[in-house]
């Protein structure tokens, strides 16, 4: 088991609290927001690093999911996204998962089902962060002529 | 800025019957009429000119008769003057013989025959009177025929006291002018005048220049009127035959036919009744008029019979169309609540998906190993708490879409637009705010009540609004919802700041299916509806738009004047459930 950062995005504050605290409980280091804006935000400066999942809602006032979606893929690639949906926005979620979110998952959701997914994304994100040292550490032996 | 509005009404399906009864009935009976006028009219006139040209020639006719039968008898006179000695012509026993003859060959035409000498005295005398040795030297008729060689005299009494005229020739010997005179028999002239008879009324008679009858008519005759008295005063021509309509003595129309006789000098005058002379025409007329009458009868028959028929066929038409109006009206309550859903939905699952975290967050402070210690117990008791608050949440939200959901009920009550606002606004909320929309109310305090059914105006101001704020794109804008007392309307209007209704469809708005909206997103009824319902409660939609301005629907409707409770929509849906 790793240990996974994630930042629930809800504009429902009280479900974001709960959520965090439920996180926490389970090992998970967790952050709360309630908007798209305050997502970007949060993984300004560093926070990207710190982060390796977003647990993300579709339907938000403002900056919605999906436009949250594609700020967040443009400027942070690795983190890994999950979309939170009601019934009727899956198409929403899948179109999310057309661009780049790693998975969707129908609200009112199964703790446990959540973890597993954030957990697999958090590990994906490790794996794909461990490629790309590899791939730096080839890069530098390659330009040493080792 | 460009508007439209639509306030025709269908009319009242008894005035439409009475139209059509009255509009088949004018179809029908003005063609017949006014066909049967014109060719009466033309068949009086036709008629008319005929009764008048057969009058003419009868009395042409009987004018040659009367002339031939008077020179007939000059000629008569005239051929014993040539043929015969003076001397045999003096001899009253000759003269009887040839006045037997003559009375023979002429059924009694000739009353005597007479020799008048050049000193004016009667040598030889033939006939019922005892007239020989008779001095005519200062009767005027001998002075005449003396002077004119044949002579015809008017009808007069003479020396005899009884009336008859004489017709005379003169015969010159050795330089002396003898006169053969004869009386013509009153009664064969007067018998060929007085059996010129058509009709119950008419009648002939002669006349004399000075108005002196020449034969006795058989009705009273008044000469000193009009036509008689004009053409004996010369106002009148009298050389050929004339038809005057004028009026007989009594004051009845007659029609009077005058022809002349012996050159002029008498005048063969008929008289008859005009409804006498066109008894025809009026037997005619009655006829047609008869004609006219059964078959108006006949056709306002027919038009009742098709005007009941088409009643009946409109009264199933249109409770046909009150059904599926209805079923409109709920199928479009449909298709809103169905736009509404996705947001509902939503709705409902956000405090779904708080209570379900909550209860999770319960179960996990329960698996500690010090599940009652105070800081997990303040923590279960502000997780609870939060259940509740969420619970209530989904309460309000059902209670709103229950309210809406309910049945239609077209029964109008008194209503007051300012609730159904706020609970319309209430149902979008959620709508707006993912939308960025703002609604804004300007709702008149103490609004007067209007008479409509609370469900349909719900509808009505859920599509005005619901539209509205689709209208608006991104990055947002405002929907103003207005309510005003105008004059004895009360006046609805929901107005956007969106993108506004391009002029080409302004027109078409209000039109069943009409929609721009993109295949399966929008039925087209929505405003269609709308406009039904707000039709139906008396009232009136108007939209004005301007391209990225904005758009705003007006409706209009009368005020109600009563004093019926005023109907809660929210009110009653609390107490049903």
């Given amino acids: 088991m790793i240990e996974a950062s994630v930042l629930v995005v809800d504009d429902e504050g009280q479900f974001v609290e709960t959520l965090v ?82 998975d969707y998952l129908m609200k009112p959701c199964d703790l446990d089902v959540l973890m597993e997914k954030v957990n697999a994304a958090a590990l994906k994100k490790r794996e794909h962060e461990a490629k790309i040292l590899e791939a730096r550490a080839t890069l530098i032996s390659l330009r040493r002529g080792d | 800025m460009t508007s439209s509005d639509s ?21 029908v009976l003005v063609p017949l009429v006014i066909a049967g006028a014109i060719n009466l009219a033309h068949f009086q006139a036709v008629y008319r000119s005929k009764v008048e040209n057969e009058l003419s020639v009868m009395i042409e006719r009987h004018s040659l008769i009367v002339d031939s039968f008077i020179e007939d008898r000059l000629s008569d006179i005239r051929v014993i003057a040539r043929e015969h000695p003076i001397e045999r012509l003096g001899d ?64 007069f009494a003479g020396l005899r006291g009884s009336p008859h005229f004489i017709v005379a020739t003169t015969r010159v010997v050795d330089g002396e002018p003898y006169v053969i005179r004869s009386t013509i028999d009153f009664e064969a002239f007067n018998a060929l005048v007085e059996n010129i008879r058509i009709g119950h009324t008419g009648f002939a008679f002669i006349i004399n220049r000075k108005g002196e009858f020449q034969t006795s008519p058989r009705f009273e005759v008044a000469l ?19 038809v005057i309509n004028g009026e007989d003595l009594l004051g009845r129309p007659s029609i009077f036919t005058i022809a002349p006789l012996k050159q002029g000098r008498w005048l063969l005058c008929y008289q008859q009744e005009t409804a006498d002379a066109f008894e025809e025409v009026r037997s005619m007329s009655r006829l047609a008029i008869a004609t006219l009458v059964v078959v108006s009868l006949a056709a306002l028959a027919i038009s009742y019979l098709v005007s009941v028929r088409l009643a009946r066929q409109l009264a199933a038409a249109e409770s046909e169309r009150a059904v599926m109006t209805h079923q409109v009206i709920e199928t479009g309550r449909l298709a809103s609540i169905g736009e509404l859903a996705a947001g509902i939905a939503h709705e409902i699952n956000n405090p779904v998906a708080i209570m379900v975290q909550e209860a999770g967050w319960i179960d996990d402070l329960l698996q500690d190993p010090d599940p009652t210690s105070a800081e997990n117990l303040s923590e279960i008791t502000r997780a609870v708490n939060q259940i509740r608050t969420q619970g209530d949440r989904c309460k309000e939200i059902t209670y709103k879409l229950l309210s809406f959901a309910r049945k239609t009920d077209p029964t109008a009550r008194p209503i007051v637009l300012n609730d159904l606002v706020d609970e319309v606004i209430g149902l979008t909320s959620q709508k707006t705010r993912y939308a960025n929309v703002s609604i804004v109310t300007d709702l008149e305090p103490d609004l007067p009540a209007i008479s409509a059914s609370p469900t349909e105006i719900q509808q009505v101001l859920l599509n005005l609004v619901n539209n509205a ?21 009360v006046v609805l209007a929901v107005r956007d700041t969106g993108k506004g209704i391009p002029e080409a469809n302004l027109g078409r708005i209000f039109d069943p299916f009409f929609t721009t ?47 019926a409770e005023v109907h809660t929509d929210s009110d009653k849906e609390r107490e049903g459930t």
Wanted: glycine residues 12%; charged residues 20%.
């Fill in chain 2, 224 to 242: 000193n009127r009009p036509p008689y008295a004009d053409i004996l005063a010369g106002q009148s021509r009298a050389d050929r035959i004339s």
């Fill in chain 2, 517 to 563: 909206k993109p295949v399966g997103q929008g039925t087209g009824l929505g405003l269609s509806i709308c406009y039904g319902i707000v039709d139906k409660a008396g009232g009136t939609i108007s939209v004005e738009s301007e391209i990225e301005q904005g758009t705003t629907f007006t409706v209009a409707f009368p005020r109600h004047f009563g004093g």
């Fill in chain 2, 92 to 155: 009253p026993d000759f003269l009887r013989r040839i006045l037997n003859v003559m009375r023979e060959e002429y059924h009694g035409a000739f009353v005597d025959l007479g020799l008048v000498n050049s000193a004016g005295v009667q040598i030889a005398y033939a006939g019922p009177f005892n007239l020989e040795s008779a001095d005519y030297s200062s009767a005027a008729w001998y002075q005449q025929a003396v002077a004119q060689e044949s002579y015809i005299s008017d009808v």
């Fill in chain 2, 469 to 489: 704020i689709d209208a608006i794109e991104q990055p947002g804008g405002t929907v103003t919802v207005t309510t005003r007392t105008h004059g004895a309307d």
């Fill in chain 1, 21 to 102: 605290k439920r996180l926490d409980k389970r090992g998970v280091r967790a952050k709360g927001v309630t908007s798209g804006a305050q997502a970007l935000a949060a993984l300004e400066g560093g926070g990207a690093t710190r982060t390796d999942v977003v647990v993300l809602d579709v339907k938000m006032p403002g900056m919605d999911g999906l436009e949250t979606l594609a700020a967040l893929k443009e400027q942070h690639p690795l983190v890994e996204v999950i979309m939170l949906t009601g019934h009727a926005t899956v198409e929403s979620a899948i179109e999310g998962m057309k661009r780049g979110a790693y």
């Fill in chain 2, 7 to 27: 306030s025709s009404r269908p009319g009242n399906p008894t005035m439409a019957i009475r139209s059509v009864v009255i509009g088949l009935a004018l179809i």
